[in-house]
């Protein structure tokens, strides 16, 4: 579990740029920092309400992060770095769903010119981890990216090579709000991240999706969802490396 300090309410007006938004909070118009890249367009629209962290810093041109949009009744994450830091905490405590046998090693580990979030260890195996935030769902289905997303596909890319080199490998999808039942890629909004995804999972890549509870005090995962990645009901494939890990 993530628990968040109190969390100040406001109202988004609109977002000049990727990583900010112009909010109104006791009356007043001000500027928020926005940690998630992706479009965000079915969650920041004029008036929704935003729920920030004040933070500091001499360097900072805003004082509050965004931590948190309403969506109807649900709570969603936009502070995309939790889903990294709920992992690590879990995987620090031994205590991530399906993986409980594995150790945490190490975070941001090294392979050849780039970096991965996590490397895990059990016995003589060693796992690298990918870790990717979700916040889009559109009729119960998650979808990821909600941009095109270069660097992604670099990672999974990145990933099969390292099963090639003797690691195991993986990447967990984790949705930041409670409304998901299923994901898939979001195929029309980066095709070419779909294809790869697809590509590694066939070589070995273990696929993991979860949803998170998410309200102003805290975040914490609820339940694995399955994933497809094509018309096709769920391939066996895919369905197995999220039904059944190891």
């Known amino acids: 579990m993530i628990k968040f300090p109190p969390l100040t309410e406001a109202l988004f007006v609109e977002r000049p740029n990727r990583f900010l938004v112009n909010i109104k909070i006791d009356g007043r118009s001000e ?60 995987f620090a405590e031994r205590n991530f769903p399906g ?4 150790k945490l090693i190490r975070s941001e580990p090294k392979f ?28 119960g289905i998650a ?6 997303t270069e660097r992604g596909r670099r990672h999974l890319l990145k990933l099969t090579e390292a099963m090639a080199e003797g690691y195991n490998a993986c990447v967990i999808f984790i949705v930041t709000r409670n409304d998901a039942r ?35 005090e805290h975040m914490h995962l609820s339940s694995r969802i399955p994933i497809q990645t094509s018309r096709r009901k769920y391939r066996k494939h895919f369905c197995m490396a999220v039904c059944n890990p190891q």
Request: proline letters at 5%; charged letters at 30%.
């Open 112 to 139: 050849k010119n780039g970096r991965f979030d996590f490397e895990l260890a059990r016995r003589d195996e060693k796992m690298l981890v990918e870790v990717k935030s979700v916040s889009l769902v559109e009729n």
């Open 31 to 90: 500027f928020a920092h926005l940690h998630d890249p992706g479009r965000l367009q079915e969650l920041l629209i004029p008036g929704a309400k935003l729920y920030l962290q004040k933070t500091g810093g001499p360097n900072r041109k805003t004082r509050w992060d965004v931590i948190l949009v309403r969506k109807g009744r649900i709570y969603v994450a936009i502070y995309s770095v939790l889903a990294n830091r709920l992992a690590k905490k879990l």
């Open 182 to 216: 299923l994901f898939k890629p979001h195929t029309t909004r980066d095709p070419d991240f779909s294809e790869t995804l697809k590509h590694a999972a066939k070589q070995g890549v273990k696929l993991y999706c979860f949803k998170c509870n998410v309200s102003r």
């Open 143 to 148: 979808m990821f990216p909600d941009a095109p």
């Open 99 to 102: 993986l409980r046998s594995w």
